[in-house]
C-alpha cells in the first residue's frame, strides 16, 4: 500500500465522520422528535375508532413524522415477533392486528361499499333499493366469505408478500366511521400499508396506497394504486405487479339453474369481447396473453367489472364451480382472475383502474363507451340490431310513463304485429290462392296415383303453380323473415334487466318462471312447477297449428305432408317443457302474438273473396307466361345446345354470327 493510497483512505474516513456529526441531530431536535413521537401515540390511544385527516391533509402531511401503531396482543419484541419478522420482512407490523379492525361504509345514491382495514380493499358492494327473488339486499359480494381476495403480491427482500395479508391505515374526510355522498358530490379515501422504519416505528413517508374516488350518483368507483417510496423496501427486479381477485358469488334470482348458466367472466381485448363458457355444469379458464381493457365477472343481472385507465398486460381468469357450490348454499359459481400491472419507478408510480358495480342495463353500460353492454345476450351479430334498435328503445321510451311492463310488452307486440302486417297479409293471400285450387290438385292426384309417380307429381304440381301465377315461396318467406325477431326477443327477454322483478297479473317476475302451482316432484323435461304463461302460449300455438293445418294446400307428397304436421304438433309440446323454466315475460309475448295473429287470420279471410280469387287465378292460365330475361336466356341456350347435337347449327358458327 503506497502514500498515496494511505492518504486517500484517511481522507475518506474523515468525510464520513464529518458528515455522520454534521448529520446527526442536536439535543434539542432529538427532543423535539420524541415529543411527536409521544403526541402520536397518546393521540392515537385516546382517539375515537377511526383515524381522520381531512382531504387536504392526505397531500399536507409533514413528511418527518413517524407513527407509532399499537396492536391487539403485540408481538414486537417477542420469539414470535422475530417468527413473523421472517415471514412479512419489513411489513411485519402491518401484518399484526389492530386495536380497530372495523370496516369503512361509504353510501352514495346507487350503493353501499365496505371498505376493510385488512387488505385496504372493497370487502363487500350492497346495491340499494335493489332486492333478492327473496326480498333480502343484492349483495354482490360478501366480505364474510372465506373465498373473496383481492390483493396485489409484491417481492420484499425477496419475500414473496401479498396487500391482502396486512392492515391498512385509513386516511378519509371525516370523524365517522359511515360517510354519505349524493347527487354530483365526489368523495376521496386512501387506505395506506405502511413498512416498518425501526421495529416499534412505521415508516409513515413511504407507502402503498389505495386512493378511492366515489361520485354521488355513478356506478364507477375509481381506484388509484400510489407507490411512494418502495424502492427502498421493494426488490428492483419486478417490474411488474400481479393483482389476484377471487370471488365467489351468490345467489340473486328465482331460477337457480339459469342464473348459474348465465353466471360466468366477461372480458374485452380493446376490440373484442369474449367470455369463458356459460354452463351449469362446467368449469372454464383462459390465459391471456395480450393487453385487456376490462375483466367482468357477470351475473344474470348484475355485473362486477375492473376496468384499466390504460391497459392492463395479460391476465388468466378462471371459473370453477366446487362441490358445495349448490342450492342449498345459495353460491353459484367461483370466478378468478390474476391481472399483471407494469411498474416502472417503485420509488414513486401509480397506475389507475376503475370497478364498475350494478346492473346489466344495457342503456347504463353503453354510456362507458367500452362495449360492457356486450355482455347482454342480444342474439349476436346477425339479429341483435333488431333488439339493439327496435325492442330496447321501446322499451325505454315506454318505462318513461312508469307504465306495467306487461302493457308495454302489448305495445311491443302490436308495434312489430303492424310492422309485419304486409308480409303476413301477403303470406296469406298466396296460401289462399293455393287453396282455392284445390280441385285442379285433386285432378292431378288422380293422373298419378301411384307412389312411383310421386316426382312427377311434384313436377305437375309446380307446372300448375307456375301457368296460374302462384309462388309458394311466397307463404314461407314472411315466415322466414319473421324468424330473427322471435330468436333476437328469445335471447333477450330472460337477459333483459328492465323485466327483472317487474309484476304482471299473476306473474311476480316477468325475467324468470311464473308458477301458479308447485309440484311435490320433479318431472323430467318439464321441471318442479307449473308456468301459466306457457300453458297459454302452448294452447294457442296448438290451436294456431290446427288452424292453420286446415288452411293448407293438399298438394305434394302426402307422406312428407303427414310428417310435417306432426312436426309442427310436436314443437308446442316441446315449447311447454323449455319455456317453462324461462322467462314468463317471453312466454306471454309469444302468446300475444299468436292471439294478434288470430285476429289478422280473420281479418284477412274477411278481406279476402276466395270465390273472386279462384276466378281470378284461372285466369290467369289464359295469359301467356311473362319470363324474365334470365329465363330467356336460359332456353335460348338450352335450344342452341339442342340445334347443335342434331346438326342443324354449330355453337361456333352461333358465336360467329353474334359477332358480326
Known amino acids: 500500500m503506497n502514500k498515496n493510497t494511505v492518504i486517500g483512505l484517511l481522507l475518506i474516513m474523515g468525510l464520513l465522520v464529518g458528515y455522520s456529526v454534521w448529520m446527526s441531530p442536536s439535543k434539542e431536535e432529538l427532543k423535539e422528535k420524541q415529543r411527536i ?35 391487539k396482543d403485540s408481538l414486537q419484541g417477542t ?26 361504509i361509504i353510501e352514495n345514491d346507487l350503493y353501499k361499499l365496505s371498505i376493510g382495514r385488512k387488505g385496504g380493499r372493497i370487502e363487500s358492494v350492497e346495491l340499494k333499493n335493489v332486492y333478492t327473488y327473496d326480498g333480502k339486499p343484492v349483495i354482490l359480494f360478501d366480505e364474510n366469505s372465506k373465498n373473496n381476495q383481492f390483493g396485489f403480491s409484491f417481492f420484499s427482500n425477496y419475500l414473496e408478500l401479498n396487500t391482502n395479508d ?19 358530490d365526489s368523495l376521496q379515501i386512501a387506505m395506506r400499508l405502511y413498512p416498518n422504519m425501526e421495529e416499534n416505528v412505521l415508516d409513515t413517508n413511504n407507502y402503498i396506497e389505495y386512493l378511492y374516488t366515489l361520485k354521488g350518483n355513478k356506478y364507477l368507483t375509481s381506484v388509484k394504486l400510489r407507490l411512494q417510496g418502495m424502492d427502498n423496501y421493494l426488490n428492483q427486479t419486478q417490474k ?56 367482468s365477472f357477470k351475473q344474470h343481472f348484475f355485473t362486477s367489472t375492473i376496468i384499466a385507465d390504460n391497459e392492463f398486460l395479460n391476465a388468466s381468469m378462471v371459473v370453477s364451480m366446487d362441490a358445495f357450490d349448490n342450492e342449498k348454499t345459495n353460491t353459484l359459481k367461483t370466478l378468478k382472475t390474476n391481472i399483471t400491472f407494469p411498474v416502472t419507478n417503485f420509488a414513486k408510480d401509480e397506475f389507475g383502474f376503475s370497478f364498475y358495480f350494478g346492473p346489466n342495463k344495457y342503456n347504463l353500460l353503453k354510456k362507458y363507451k367500452i362495449e ?32 306495467n311492463y306487461g302493457i308495454i310488452i302489448l305495445i311491443l307486440t302490436i308495434i312489430l304485429k303492424v310492422v309485419l302486417l304486409p308480409l303476413a297479409y301477403t303470406s296469406y293471400k298466396s296460401t289462399a290462392k293455393m287453396r282455392v285450387v284445390k280441385p285442379e290438385m285433386e285432378e292431378i292426384s ?27 315461396m311466397a307463404g314461407c318467406l314472411p315466415m322466414l323473415l319473421q324468424m330473427p325477431i322471435l330468436i333476437a326477443l328469445f335471447r333477450f327477454f330472460p337477459s333483459a334487466y328492465e323485466l327483472r322483478q317487474q309484476p304482471f297479473l299473476w306473474a311476480d317476475d316477468l325475467s324468470t318462471y311464473d308458477s301458479v302451482l308447485n309440484l311435490p316432484f320433479n318431472i323430467p323435461f318439464y321441471g318442479d312447477h307449473v308456468s301459466l304463461f306457457t300453458l297459454l302460449m302452448t294452447a294457442a300455438t296448438l290451436i294456431y297449428t290446427i288452424i292453420n293445418n286446415k288452411m293448407m294446400s293438399p298438394g305434394g307428397n302426402e307422406q312428407q305432408m303427414k310428417m310435417m304436421k306432426w312436426m309442427m304438433y310436436l314443437m308446442p309440446i316441446m315449447f311447454l317443457g323449455i319455456f317453462n323454466n324461462y322467462s314468463s315475460g317471453l312466454s306471454y309475448y309469444y302468446f300475444l302474438v299468436n292471439i294478434i295473429t288470430f285476429i289478422q287470420m280473420a281479418a284477412f279471410r274477411v ?20 319470363k324474365s330475361k334470365w329465363q ?29
Open 446 to 472: 288422380k293422373r298419378y296415383p301411384n307412389k312411383e309417380d310421386a316426382m312427377k307429381k311434384q313436377q305437375a304440381t309446380m307446372a300448375m303453380y307456375k301457368q296460374l301465377g302462384i309462388k309458394p
Open 166 to 184: 396486512f392492515y391498512f391505515v385509513p386516511i378519509y374526510p371525516s370523524a365517522s366511521q359511515s360517510l354519505k355522498i349524493s347527487g354530483k
Open 607 to 626: 278481406s279476402i273473396n276466395e270465390e273472386k280469387l279462384r276466378k281470378k287465378v284461372l285466369a290467369t292460365k289464359a295469359k301467356p307466361i311473362k
Open 240 to 295: 411488474e405487479l400481479s393483482l389476484r381477485w377471487v370471488t365467489q358469488l351468490k345467489r340473486q334470482e328465482k331460477s337457480y339453474k339459469n342464473e348459474k348458466i348465465a353466471t360466468t367472466i366477461y372480458y374485452s381485448d380493446i376490440e373484442d369481447v369474449e367470455h369463458l363458457q356459460e354452463s351449469d355444469t362446467k368449469s372454464d379458464s383462459v390465459l391471456f396473453p395480450a393487453s385487456l381493457k376490462w375483466i
Open 79 to 104: 420469539p414470535n415477533f422475530e417468527t413473523q419478522k421472517s415471514i412479512y420482512g419489513a411489513f411485519v407490523s402491518a401484518a399484526q392486528t389492530p386495536e380497530n379492525t372495523n370496516p369503512i
Open 37 to 71: 413521537q409521544d403526541s402520536l401515540a397518546l393521540l392515537q390511544k385516546n382517539m375515537p375508532s377511526d383515524t381522520t385527516l381531512s382531504q387536504p391533509e392526505i397531500e399536507k402531511q409533514p413528511q418527518d413524522i413517524q407513527e407509532t401503531t399499537t396492536f
Open 632 to 660: 330467356q336466356r336460359m332456353e335460348d341456350m338450352m335450344k342452341a345446345q339442342q340445334a347443335a347435337q342434331r346438326g342443324n347449327t354449330t355453337p361456333t358458327k352461333k358465336k360467329d354470327n353474334y359477332r358480326r
Open 372 to 403: 360492457l353492454e356486450d355482455q347482454i345476450q342480444l342474439g349476436g351479430s346477425l339479429i341483435s340490431w333488431i333488439n339493439k334498435y327496435a325492442v330496447i328503445p321501446i322499451f325505454g321510451y315506454f318505462e318513461k310513463f312508469n307504465w
